[in-house]
């Protein structure tokens, strides 16, 4: 199926670190970027969103910066947590008309280490 | 409920039996999305309803698969003929849709099949 690329599988961090989440996308046409958490068992949860015109967007412990020259986004996470442990999910809003279909990459296992 | 309530939340089916899984989404909520989570692997996009607009099926990865959304509200999704290759946890998620749109999907804690 369709699906954005994303680096590195797995990252483990120690606890208070700085996590950083890659990823790559190819709809240079996509409006906006999203990342989003899933706990095991459970759905995804939208963490944050990028607008396609912006370079940066910060929220509570999380920022997300957007490179369209190299069509790449990623995801940090300021003294991450043991709850941060999740498998992390970024997507791309494709924007064709009136359609809101959002394509997810494979995913980031981030472990944090106590 | 509040969320997106899935049903079943685990289904183990024979080869060849058609399975419907289900998805309610949040009251209110114009657009509908499935997606497939095979083990270990990332969302693959299913279909998308928006409103009254028609479906965008273009994820569905055969004719064995369908979806409907009745009355603008509750979706099913069928699998008919299954094979062990459409064992996978499918998810529903649902969000305001719209020009407002920004990316922000609320979902399912889905339902996991199993094909046996």
């Known amino acids: 199926g369709e699906s954005v690329g994303l680096h590195l599988p797995t990252l483990s961090v120690q606890e208070g670190d700085n996590s950083i989440i890659n990823c790559a996308y190819s709809n240079s046409a996509s409006d906006y970027f999203i990342w989003y958490k899933q706990e095991s068992g459970k759905g995804p949860q939208f963490i944050i969103d990028?607008?396609?015109?912006?370079d940066k967007r910060q929220g509570q412990r999380v920022t997300v910066l957007l490179n369209k020259t190299v069509k790449h986004l990623s995801l940090q996470i300021a003294a991450t947590q043991p709850g941060d442990s999740a498998v992390y999910f970024c997507a791309e809003k494709w924007s064709s008309g009136n359609t809101g279909k959002l394509i997810f990459g494979q995913g980031t296992t981030l472990q944090v280490k106590p | 409920g509040a969320g997106v309530s899935q049903s079943p939340s685990n289904k183990v089916t024979e080869k060849g039996k058609d399975v419907e899984l289900r998805c309610d989404p949040i009251?209110?909520?114009?657009?509908l999305y499935w997606y497939r989570q095979s083990l270990g692997q990332g969302l693959e996009f299913l279909i998308y309803?928006?409103?009254?607009?028609?479906?965008?099926k273009s994820g569905l990865p055969s004719d064995r698969f369908s979806a409907e959304r009745t009355g603008g509200s509750v979706s099913t999704l069928t699998i008919q003929r299954t094979q062990q290759e459409d064992s996978a946890v499918y998810l529903c998620?649902?969000?305001?849709?719209?020009?407002?749109?920004?990316?922000?999907?609320?979902f399912g804690e889905g339902s996991r099949l199993t094909v046996l």
């Open positions: 309803f928006q409103g009254n607009s028609a479906p965008d």
């Open positions: 998620a649902s969000s305001l849709g719209g020009t407002g749109f920004t990316g922000e999907l609320f």
């Open positions: 009251s209110g909520h114009t657009a």
């Open positions: 990028i607008r396609s015109n912006m």
